[in-house]
């Protein structure tokens, strides 16, 4: 079984509010200095499930990370989670990309690596939250398609697929070659252990630019996009919040049950 | 001069109704249509149910495309996709809407690719102009710390899925007059690659997050399954539901249903009870248009306060039962 992964490294969607900046005038968002990116919480779990596939079906783990060359910690994570060869798209170009070229550029770094059965992706990016990169890949490769999984397994040259929906569960036959996309209900990405550090640090994690993928220029960048940034700013949620109290709690309490009961 | 056309909405049902999104979707295009001056149009597929396109109608629609198609019916995304993208060809709407619900989500970006349209998804709020020719979209980011509006021209197709409780519908005038296509039997398919084995439903917990006036929330500081019994004597004294942040969900304490926030669902009661929740943006997102919101949490600076009307810092294990008994007493 050849997989697949696509990953992208984010801000720690943990950053309490207060951290979170933003420069409005240039429409982007301020990293916090010092505070390291992080794999996408969602694309940590398309690792594990890749990682659990080749752990019962034997077969080999390239991961694609589609970012900086600043990623190269993040992306070794995935080589020591027990994939086994991984390689960084970075190029200016890509700057002010949106979700229809990520997905173009990832299809064609898809078709540099050749053969494969099974591609993976998170259900979405903690950062811009769309949630469409891998059903946009799979619409320009052709490929069955089931989004946020919480289950697989291999049957011969079938998949069995558990869906998680709103109210409760789906599960799909399909055929290979696919691509899945992992939902937060298929589990918890494992911990890195010693020997998979070990063995991460030793390989190589080549660079590949848009050139490099044969990409068609005028599908990239800023000017290619077909929704533009007009504005971003901070909401503010905030309520005065009156904090309940009394003599004692059971007084406290009297307040607060009447509250509640008025409320209703 | 605008050369926008009409608005296009992906129509849901739910137990033979419209959903409570596609009355909303309606009411939202409806107004948009209205300042435009275009039709509104809406795609129902895959049910018998004859009465929904006048129901769609009597919220607001011009004309309905009723697809009526037994092979349609078993959410096949491929062949909904490919019925959705040939009549979508056809109305080469200015603006199409999803539900962000579990169909938007996974159809919206896929018929993009079909028609090479714009995407904007989770939108919270949608506004045209017509002398400049563009849409703008707002939609949340980065967990709703962000917001960003997004601009469309109008000269291609934009779709946009929808998220609940952002729009407004509009009471049904049952007089209205629109036009239904009815489009049955002849639908040629292409083969699909992929076959829905089962689908199960998790029964629900009492009343549907989305219609109760009075919702409990649990998060992380519950600490486990046992702790939400509490939480639900308390939801059934109050006639509300129970809800959960996406910690209990992730570890197996409650299911998905029961979540809210930006991956589960959204509300919007008249009361929502906060119980050990830190105040993740993401939940937060779920459940700021609550009217009043309540919290209690043992941790003094959680985020929760911040977005509260009323706080209490003390741990639910002690306060819970003796509120629920006082509560109980101020009720008879």
Redesign the interface.
Known sequence: MNIIVCVKAV?D??L??VK?A?DRKNKL?VPPEGMPYVINPYDALAVEAAVRIKEKEGGHITVIGLGDKSWDVVIRKTLAMGADEAAIICDPAFTGSD??ATAYILKKAVQKIGSFDLILCGRQA???????VG??M???LGL?????IKGVEVAGNKL?VQR????????????LPALLTVS??FGQARIPLGRGIIMAARKNIPLWNLSDLGCDFARIGADAV??????????S????????TGTD??E???R??????S?? | MHNFRDILIMGECENGRLSAITREMIGGARRLADQIHVRTCIILIGSKKASLDKEAISYGIDKVFFVQDDRLADVNRDLQVFVMADICKKINPSLCFFGQTDLGRDIAPRLAVQLDAGLCMDCVDVKIDPDQACIYQTRPVYGGKAMAVMIALSDRIQINTIRAKSMESIPADHERVGETILIAGDVSLPKSHISLLKREEIPKEGLNLEDAKVIVSGGGGIGGPDGFALLRDLARLLNGAVGSTRVPVDEHWVPLSMEIGQTGKIVSPDLYIAVGISGATQHITGCLRSKQIVTINKDPEANMFKISDFGLAADYRTVLPILIEKIRTLKN
């Open positions: 801000l969607p943990d309490p509010p979170f933003i968002v979700s229809f903690s950062d811009w939250d769309n949630g469409v059903s946009i799979a619409g320009y069955h398609m089931v989004t946020r069995m998680a929906i709103m109210n409760g569960n789906e599960t799909y036959e399909l055929d937060n209900e077909k929704n533009k940034m007009h504005d971003i700013y901070l909401p949620y905030e309520r005065k919040c009156e904090m309940v709690l059971s406290a309490l009297d607060l049950a009447k509250i509640v009961v409320s209703c």
